[in-house]
């Protein structure tokens, strides 16, 4: 009988998750990992084009895949999108808190407005989209919440102070979560990217002179990351193999973080 778990430890067959920004980037890249585990899986967005081809990509896994509408920066929203993901699948097992933005500008520069737009998009919808997946959970009989941080939650950069607050702060909700929900067979953990080529550091690349070239100097693996790069750790924290692990932080990063 342990065994037998123990052979199917990575197998998300019978599993649905709901990944938020599932429509592109690094949620596309987790997106994928959990359709060929076996989930079903409803990605979250705003931008139905990117969903389009998003949802071509996952159908080769042969698993149910779903667009659902979303903005993160409304809590109507957030609520209505994971309701629909459990009833759509019938059960909700996993929710990937994954869509995020960032305005770049130094601390003096950065109006009040900005601020709120970062943290109301990375954190307060990581908040509520995971307050509104606790009940289907608790029906499910135990459940994975995936958050995703950044090498911002454990460094800073002049020009990310309202990111690295949300990504830090992301990391301290997941710690705090996993030990109130670990009573419900709830794990809570977060995944920290390095540099990865998405839509999002392309906007970097264009605004931060020199950064790609300080980010492989600076990265042991000597590359910017894929997103498909994310789809094992997806599958790992989705899975009954990491039913032990709740509350970390693992960074997914090429070794950027542990460089001395
Ligand atoms: P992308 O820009 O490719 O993806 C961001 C995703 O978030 C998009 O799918 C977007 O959907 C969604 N999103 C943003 N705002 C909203 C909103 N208001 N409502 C609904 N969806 C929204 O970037 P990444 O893949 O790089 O980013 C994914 C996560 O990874 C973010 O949390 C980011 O902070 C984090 N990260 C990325 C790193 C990197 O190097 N790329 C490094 C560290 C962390 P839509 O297009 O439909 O708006």
């Not at 149910?64 to 979303?70: G, M, Q, S, T, V």
């Amino acid at each position: 009988m342990v065994e037998k778990k123990l052979m199917s430890m990575f197998d998300l067959k019978g599993k649905a998750a709901f990944v938020t920004g599932g429509n592109g980037g690094i949620g596309l890249g987790m997106a994928k990992g959990l359709a060929a585990a076996g989930a079903a899986v409803a990605i979250g967005g705003r931008n139905r084009t990117k969903a389009d081809a998003a949802l071509a990509e996952l159908s080769k896994f042969g698993a149910k895949a779903e667009f659902i509408e979303l903005d993160v920066l409304k809590e109507s929203s957030c609520r209505a999108a994971v309701d629909n993901a459990a009833s759509t699948f019938g059960h909700l097992d996993i929710l990937v808190n994954n869509a995020g933005t960032n305005i770049r500008k130094q601390p003096e520069n950065l109006p009040t407005q900005d601020w709120h737009t970062v943290l109301d998009t990375n954190l307060t919808s990581a908040f509520v989209c995971s307050h509104a997946a606790y009940p289907h959970m608790i029906r499910a009989g135990g459940g994975k919440i995936i958050n995703i941080g950044s090498m911002m939650s454990i460094f800073g950069a002049p020009y990310s102070v309202a990111y690295a607050a949300s990504k830090g702060g992301i990391v301290q909700m997941a710690r705090a979560m996993a030990t109130a929900w670990a009573k419900n067979n709830i794990q809570v953990n977060s995944v920290l990217p390095g540099w990865i080529d998405t839509e999002l550091t392309q906007g970097a690349r264009r605004e931060v002179e020199g950064l790609h070239d300080r980010v492989l100097a600076r990265t042991p693996a000597q590359r910017w990351g894929h997103p498909n790069d994310f789809a094992g750790i997806a599958v790992f924290l989705a899975s009954s193999a990491s039913d032990f692990v709740t509350g970390t932080a693992i960074p997914v990063d090429g070794g950027y973080s542990i460089l001395g």
